[in-house]
């Protein structure tokens, strides 16, 4: 599996000859596949997508013109029209010679929206070399960089941003993995129009194994002024000592950071462990996944948390009836939510193929009142994957869900790990 901005793709010069064949659409059942990626010029390894007026945009954290950071790319913001799967790139990353240093960033993340620009992290580059967050017009096709990380001496405003950003009163928040007071990850505040930015929160104020978090990761959501996201590790359980993750509330206007709950604090983590993607406010109650724990073969769980009390409920447990693979799914990502049902992907498990002994990824459906759940597509249907493997976070625009694959496609063969896809998904 690629292990994110650190995989690699075999070769630019191979994935571009990819370019050269047709990008029909595949529709395996309820998937069809819009555009698959070739490596280089158009870009590899997409992470998330958003739907801006009907186009959806998203980032690959390879590809592009650029390879003064990796052979394979640095990176690209493409668009995508999702009624004829036409693909354009934008933007490609550290693509002059001038940013032979990547100084306008490289290895983008996911994107968001706001006052007709884009805005996101990259987790490398910079003047520093440790990450950005950038403006990105898509009209003029121009790239601005608001911040580099490590501006401040020993990283006081945190470095390897992840998990994406989120806005609330034309304030964009988000965190770093690393950095801040005690190097051990932030939550940052930074005003789109200056680029000023302003740690909120640095993680593990109390000491090593950091009760209040450690490594945030997921990004933020916002709920009537108050920040709520998870840490990967940190908090007060965990058999191995360095904790199972948190989920937290921050102030935004204080800072003043709340742990609501420390995750594994029951045997054999069957409430989960650690919480790596974002969370949902749901009426009232806060979703999220666990990569690990739960109540069957350590695959992860869908969980629901009630912020008024910091009471957790375990709403589905993954790999329910393990043989040789996961049917149901293994490792789930983040959720979403259309007309009370919560859905999602997972990075591992569904049907297993020659190609993933261990399933490829799935995407499923969870009720979040009776706990059923049900696999709405395996991805990996063939020896090449061209479905896809893999999935990252859906995405519902006018009752189509759409995502992307982080590897796989028709071209995946072209690339060390796949150069990923661009599909739908119907219920």
Partial sequence: MNGGFFGRCAGAIGCALALQFASTAIAKGPETVLYAFGGAPDGSGPSGLIDVRGTLYGTTSFGGTGT??????CGTVFEVDPATGAEAILYSFCGEFRKKLCQDGAGPGRVIALKGRLYGETQLGGTYQVGTVFAFDPKTRTEKVLHS????????????????????????YGTTQFGGTYDRGTVFALDPATGAETVLYSFCSGGYPCADGNLPSGGLIDVDGTLYGTTGRGGTNCPSGGGCGTLFALDATTGVETVLYSFCSQQNCTDGDEPASGLIDVGGLLYGATVLGGAHHNSGTVFALDPKNGAETVVY?????????????????????????????????????????????????????TGAQKVLYSFCRNKLCKDGEYPGVLIEAKGTFYGTTLEGGRYGHHCDFGCGTVFTLTR
């Fill in 149 to 172: 990380f490590c501006e401040q001496q020993n990283c006081m405003d945190g470095h390897y941003p992840s998990g994406g950003l989120t806005s609330a009163n034309g304030v964009l």
């Fill in 68 to 73: 003064s950071c990796s052979a394979s790319g």
């Fill in 317 to 369: 447990s993954f790999c329910r009836s393990k043989k040789a693979v996961c049917k149901d799914g293994a490792g789930p990502n983040g959720l979403i939510d259309e007309k009370g049902k919560l859905y999602g992907t997972t990075l591992n498990g569904g049907t297993a193929t020659v190609a993933c002994p261990s399933g490829c990824g799935t995407a499923f459906e969870v009720d979040p009142v």
